[in-house]
């Protein structure tokens, strides 16, 4: 029997990936995903079918995330 031990995930197929790729791969549910959609997250509807590229959702995140309360007071107190 050929058991084989993944130390990383597999990569992510390159160019448009759906919904569920996307979710998985930032660790989100699909419903908090379809919430980033209607906030400006970037993708392309094929008809029906949502498409999303992995370098415009990562930059989209980078863009808006918010530094937690803990982090903001650790980053102010370096700045004194």
Request: proline share 6%; charged share 20%; aromatic share 4%.
């Amino acid at each position: 029997m050929n058991i084989q031990c993944l130390t990383e995930p597999p990569p992510l197929p390159a160019g448009w990936l759906t919904s569920a790729q996307v979710a998985d791969h930032l660790k989100i549910s699909r419903r908090h995903l379809y919430n980033l959609r209607l906030a400006g997250m970037p993708c392309i509807l094929l008809g029906t079918s949502v498409r999303f590229n992995l370098v415009e959702v990562e930059g989209f995140i980078r863009a808006t995330r918010r530094l937690s309360s803990t982090a903001t007071a650790i980053s102010r107190s370096e700045n004194v």
